[in-house]
């Protein structure tokens, strides 16, 4: 793509998530080697639409989404309100992922790329990869981590430290004291601003959404085959129990979209396929489900992480 | 209990919700034949404390909560100041119940009653009991209704209308756009206010707490030896992921406990323990999934319901 002498669009940045979309659904499918993603193509009737793509009964995936989405019209009233602005059209794009495997073993993971602006001028780009293991493993999670600050580091060495305190801070459930997994990055509002530019910026958006393969296949290639215990599964569909309590009560994305009538299914296609409650469960002293519970706490320095 | 020639005191209104908690408790047990109550008695550091008592795993509960609860202490300064009221202690007390039955035939049950006092010398009752059918049942449905309708009408017939409707307004799934159940009576702020005086609200309140077991456990009779299949048990399973999208996106008591610090563990008493998601679940033209999905609207007369 070419967009070195040119203003960069909104067009060619959503075409860009598209064939994100596309790459990221090839590769996950082919990967899965059973399950093929199933598409609906849906309008919004206030302008735009998009691709949602979901898969479910893998080999190794149980139930995923991989949205692509590009959507336009007014502001709402109530936001310009807000914002203290006047009457404005907006152009939203992004492309929004969760895959939540069948084996234990592998971590959950949510990507999400986007960006946004307004008719005044105002644009900026957001996004981030957070990951959520059933079980934290050390290493993977080393992996993970280096896998982000490689990338972040690429174009800035402040990204990382900044975009990974973001990612503890933002995927934490409160009521229950614990981040939602072992973080991750999460960004928002990158605009022309602190000396980048907006080619800069979607850059660095590209080098995000171009890792989620690399990053995510080589822990289903490490995790896999490993074997698992009826326990280990109930203790995933517990955890699958948390996700859903952040996604449901504290994700602001998620909040936005069902409160200003977004597409409920693509939305909730973060929701696990089964999830558990149990009253007041403990895990037992010394488990490696203890062990999880221990590590899911923010500012933990994956990256040098010795134990 | 003697009410009449005295004023009736928070301690009072407390022991009584404690009596009805023992009484539901026990009713529930004997008719479930198997599980029994659990209790965790725990302590607020800010005031009071509650006994919270889970079941599981019976005859016929799978899972389900009866709380009894009586906290004070200072205001929160964020709540005093959207009422702009100056410095003032509060004191809440109330029995929180919610029953998910193994067989999908029997409803889910929701109560709630509840006093509320502030050292200013405002005051007021809540509550309130609906049913949640993972299969609309007709005659269930009309017999429940009736039964609230009975029990308002001893007090104001002005409350059955005006109480139904509020449920029905309250428990909406605005993103789903479906009821959560087939609504029952929610009511709220009843003080000595409107003609009545704070013995007649009480009352009232202990006819609603009184009305519970009679009535839940007609419909564990009428439905708990009926035969199931295990796609009646998938729908029970999506139907609780609509119980758990209610309760984490949009019940009021529940965001108010979590960003409170409440006791999590007691407040997702409500959370079934088992969940599933689908995406774009259709049911079968004719079933009587479908049934009840269409049943799932606000202002269905129950009582004089015809089909």
Same mark, same amino acid.
């Given at each position: 793509?070419?967009?070195?002498?040119?203003?960069?669009?909104?067009?060619?940045?959503?075409?860009?998530?598209?064939?994100?979309?596309?790459?990221?659904?090839?590769?996950?499918?082919?990967?899965?080697?059973?399950?093929?993603?199933?598409?609906?193509?849906? $309008?919004?009737?206030?302008?735009?639409?998009? @691709?949602?793509?979901?898969?479910?009964?893998?080999?190794?995936?149980?139930?995923?989404?991989?949205?692509?989405?590009?959507?336009?019209?007014?502001?709402?009233?109530?936001?310009?309100?807000?914002?203290?602005?006047?009457?404005?059209?907006?152009?939203?794009?992004?492309?929004?992922?969760?895959?939540?495997?069948?084996?234990?073993?592998?971590?959950?993971?949510?990507?999400?790329?986007?960006?946004?602006?307004?008719?005044?001028?105002?644009?900026?780009?957001?996004?981030?990869?957070?990951?959520?293991?059933?079980?934290?493993?050390?290493?993977?999670?080393?992996?993970?981590?280096?896998?982000?600050?490689?990338?972040?580091?690429?174009?800035?060495?402040?990204?990382?430290?900044?975009?990974?305190?973001?990612?503890?801070?933002?995927?934490?459930?409160?009521?229950?004291?614990?981040?939602?997994?072992?973080?991750?990055?999460?960004?928002? @509002? %990158?605009?022309?601003?602190?000396?980048?530019?907006?080619?800069? @910026?979607?850059?660095?958006?590209?080098?995000?959404?171009?890792?989620?393969?690399?990053?995510?296949?080589?822990?289903?290639?490490?995790?896999?085959?490993?074997?698992?215990?009826?326990?280990?599964?109930?203790?995933?569909?517990? @955890?699958?129990?948390?996700?859903?309590?952040?996604?449901?009560?504290?994700?602001?994305?998620?909040?936005?979209?069902?409160?200003?009538?977004?597409?409920? $299914?693509?939305?909730?296609?973060?929701?696990?396929?089964?999830?558990?409650?149990?009253?007041?469960?403990?895990?037992?002293?010394?488990?490696?489900?203890?062990?999880? %519970?221990?590590?899911?706490?923010?500012?933990?320095?994956?990256?040098?992480?010795?134990?």
């Amino acid at each position: 793509m070419e967009t070195t002498k040119t203003a960069l669009t909104k067009e060619q940045i959503s075409l860009w998530f598209q064939s994100l979309q596309d790459d990221i659904c090839q590769q996950l499918e082919t990967e899965d080697g059973n399950a093929k993603f199933h598409q609906d193509k849906w $309008e919004r009737a206030a302008g735009g639409g998009g @691709r949602t793509r979901i898969i479910a009964d893998g080999n190794i995936i149980e139930k995923g989404g991989v949205n692509y989405s590009a959507v336009h019209g007014p502001m709402p009233e109530n936001i310009l309100k807000a914002l203290n602005l006047p009457k404005n059209d907006f152009y939203a794009t992004g492309v929004s992922i969760v895959i939540h495997p069948k084996n234990p073993m592998i971590p959950i993971i949510h990507m999400n790329v986007r960006y946004f602006e307004m008719t005044n001028g105002t644009y900026w780009f957001g996004g981030g990869i957070d990951l959520t293991p059933h079980y934290v493993i050390e290493k993977d999670a080393q992996f993970f981590h280096q896998q982000l600050k490689n990338t972040c580091d690429k174009h800035s060495e402040a990204y990382y430290p900044k975009f990974k305190k973001w990612a503890d801070d933002y995927f934490y459930i409160k009521h229950r004291k614990e981040t939602r997994g072992i973080g991750g990055i999460f960004f928002d @509002r %990158l605009s022309s601003n602190d000396g980048f530019s907006k080619k800069e @910026r979607f850059d660095f958006v590209m080098d995000v959404g171009n890792i989620f393969c690399p990053t995510y296949l080589q822990l289903f290639h490490d995790n896999k085959d490993k074997a698992y215990l009826s326990e280990n599964k109930e203790w995933q569909f517990l @955890r699958r129990g948390r996700y859903v309590e952040f996604n449901l009560v504290w994700d602001k994305g998620t909040k936005f979209g069902l409160d200003t009538d977004g597409r409920t $299914e693509s939305i909730l296609m973060s929701l696990p396929a089964t999830a558990n409650w149990v009253y007041n469960f403990k895990p037992k002293a010394g488990s490696p489900e203890e062990y999880t %519970l221990q590590h899911l706490k923010k500012e933990i320095d994956w990256i040098n992480y010795t134990g």
